[in-house]
């Protein structure tokens, strides 16, 4: 199992190097759960049944003077955790040496995507000023993985989170695989017209914003997009994850399995989808 979408943001050990991290971490980030060690991330796996997470940072130093962990830190973790984790990049989307940074994180640090968010970094996705990022992301061979929809982060706006501001990057670059993170909540229709239309456009399933996991995951899984769907047209395009440590990773692998999909959906959502989409292994249409 492989939960694409976490956030390394709560891990004692990397705090107590980084002593601005947990002030970053509540008033960047808006997270205000106490630190914990790295072994209760690794348990919170354990315990879910996830094999390998995803750690997301945001560079965020135009728009917020700061990083949600850099991508040195990401790397170090990746090194701690012995194979547990997958560490993508992130880049300021405002700064001219951005392609050159993401290549430097992926060749020097040997990170597997990009991480972007729209919301709390201030930029369209669809601002040709950024099309030199996809560009470069395109050129290594690593997937990007971009907020879409509603965020948590004090000051993000909702606009720049569209899922249909992707289209133009999804058509000027082809061989990106692109994830829209949180399904694109509240625009999950949109996130499901991209991925009809467009195959290299994934979304996850880490879209929580009231009420219980359970609750959620089946109104949005069910209700505004039917299961059928999941197990048919979008069976190769959707993929776990988590938003850990906003909430637990047990819960949403326990909503998902909730949702009645069959065993060879599940599979494909739990493990297929994202080894595809991180290029591990392809995944026949």
């Known amino acids: 199992m492989i939960d694409v979408h976490t956030h390394p943001v ?76 997958i560490g993508f990049a992130s880049v300021d989307p405002h700064s001219k040496t951005a392609p050159d940074d993401l290549e430097k994180a992926v060749k020097d640090l040997g990170l597997k995507g990009l991480k972007l968010a729209p919301g709390i970094q201030e930029f369209r996705p669809d601002d040709e000023k950024v099309f030199p990022i996809y560009r470069k992301a395109s050129e290594l061979g690593i997937s990007l993985l971009i907020h879409g929809g509603l965020s948590w982060e004090p000051g993000s706006k909702l606009d720049p989170c569209r899922p249909l501001l992707l289209e133009n990057v999804a058509v000027k670059f082809p061989k990106l695989k692109i994830c829209i993170g949180h399904f694109g909540w509240p625009w999950v229709m949109d996130t499901v017209a991209l991925m009809f239309k467009y195959p290299t456009i994934h979304a996850d399933m880490s879209c929580l914003y009231a009420d219980t996991p359970m609750e959620f995951i089946h109104h949005t899984f069910s209700s505004q997009v039917p299961t059928t769907w999941i197990e048919r047209s979008l069976r190769n395009q959707v993929m776990f994850g988590s938003n850990y440590p906003r909430i637990e990773t047990v819960k949403m692998v326990e909503a998902v399995r909730a949702l009645g999909l069959t065993e060879g959906a599940l599979e494909r959502i739990f493990q297929k989808n994202a080894e595809s989409y991180l290029g591990i292994r392809e995944v026949a249409r």
């Not at 107590?16 to 205000?32: N, W």
């Not at 690794?42 to 560079?59: E, F, H, R, T």
């Not at 962990?69 to 170090?76: G, L, R, T």
């Open 10 to 85: 709560l891990v004692e050990e990397t705090m107590k190097k980084d002593k601005q991290m947990l002030k970053v971490t509540k008033e960047v980030f808006g997270l205000h759960n106490r630190p914990q060690p790295l072994e209760t991330f690794l348990l919170q796996m354990d315990v879910a049944g996830v094999d390998k997470s995803v750690l997301l940072p945001i560079d965020c130093t135009t728009s917020r003077g700061s990083r949600i962990y850099s991508n040195q830190q990401i790397a170090e973790l990746v090194d701690r955790a012995k194979g547990r984790f």
